[in-house]
């Protein structure tokens, strides 16, 4: 049963694509930079998201498009030189996807080459623009506020769960998001009247450490930190904590598809979609500076009814009758 309703995306400014880029052709033999912190298998479908919106403007890969792709693997510290090695490279647009961190390192390494980025937190606050409306210098992107959304999934999670008292939450503390969201989920935490227990995890070691050892026996369920690096590893997350039996709630409906229990948070495949539009806008001729970072006026609850009645969990009527999809 779906009803899920399509993300849309606004600007601050106009998105309509201007008449004088809807008549520009196409630049031949043009080769953009793919930077990500995470892993390729697992964000096939947000690449292939990618390319669709890449060829919304005209640009086919493998036709007039050549993509280097640089997978950190989960590695903050790969980022640096995989980001010197696309300017070496003298691509034309860097696509800094997977958080804060690649972009970082993307406008670290470089203040001419085009950079559009996907985060999900502020892109003022983390210095990659000036502001929203106008984005100044070299850098643009999509701006999905996942990490802000911690608050509200501690919400649906006390909801879903209201016998619980204590909380586990995950966190990479090699995600610049970290401190932020642990801020946004303890000030939640006090509001409800919940304790929280702080699981820290950067590597696959430390999650098969941490989901298999760490949750107290008092804790009541968990709530997994947005993060690039989590996602890239969400089999394994939602395998560790379906053996540990614990309702856990999770930024994107990615980790429910994988059978996790429920997710709150914006649409990851239109995300990277809007990023290869904007690619493909810069390529044709735009600059970024002249678009305007792109915000979601949506968001969406996925629940999966199947991983409940395996947990023993009964969700609310109320909380399932808000869902966008419902995975059976």
């Not at 031949?28 to 060829?55: C, Y």
């Not at 070691?205 to 941490?210: F, I, N, Q, R, T």
């Not at 002249?290 to 968001?299: A, D, H, K, M, S």
Request: charged share 20%; proline share 7%; hydrophobic share 50%.
């Amino acid at each position: 049963m779906k009803r899920r309703e399509l993300i849309s995306w606004v600007c601050a400014a106009a998105v309509m694509l201007p008449l004088a880029t809807r008549a520009q052709q196409p630049r031949p033999g043009s080769v953009i930079g793919f930077l990500s912190i995470a892993s390729p298998a697992p964000f096939a479908n947000l690449v292939a998201a990618l390319r669709q919106g890449l060829q919304k403007i005209g640009y086919v890969e493998g036709q007039n498009l050549d993509i280097e792709y640089r997978w950190a693997e989960g590695q903050f510290d790969r980022l640096a030189p995989l980001a010197a090695d696309l300017v070496n490279r003298q691509v034309a647009v860097i696509v800094a996807t997977g958080g804060p961190a690649p972009a970082l390192a993307a406008k670290a390494a470089t203040s001419t080459i085009p950079i559009v980025f996907n985060v999900g937190a502020d892109p003022v606050k983390l210095g990659l623009v000036a502001s929203f409306n106008r984005p100044g210098g070299n850098v643009t992107g999509v701006s999905f506020f996942v990490a802000e959304l911690d608050a509200k999934r501690l919400g649906l999670l006390h909801e879903l769960v209201p016998d619980a008292k204590r909380i586990a939450v995950l966190l990479n503390p090699k995600n610049p998001n970290a401190g932020p969201q642990l801020s946004d989920i303890t000030e939640a935490a006090d509001t409800l009247g919940l304790h929280i227990s702080v699981l820290h995890a950067a590597t696959v070691e430390d999650l098969d450490s941490v989901l298999a050892n760490s949750p107290s026996a008092d804790t009541g369920a968990l709530l997994v930190g947005a993060d690039a690096f989590f996602n890239s590893r969400r089999n394994q997350i939602v395998g560790l904590i379906a053996r540990r039996r614990l309702p856990a709630i999770y930024e994107v409906r990615e980790f429910v598809a994988a059978g996790g229990l429920m997710s709150y948070g914006t649409s990851l495949v239109d995300a990277y979609h809007q990023v290869g539009v904007y690619t493909g806008r810069i390529l044709a001729g735009e600059k970024p500076d002249e678009l305007p970072v792109v915000q979601p006026t949506r968001f969406e609850m996925v629940v999966n009814l199947k991983t409940a009645q395996a947990l023993g969990v009964t969700i609310p009527p109320a909380l399932l009758a808000t869902a966008d999809e419902v995975i059976e």
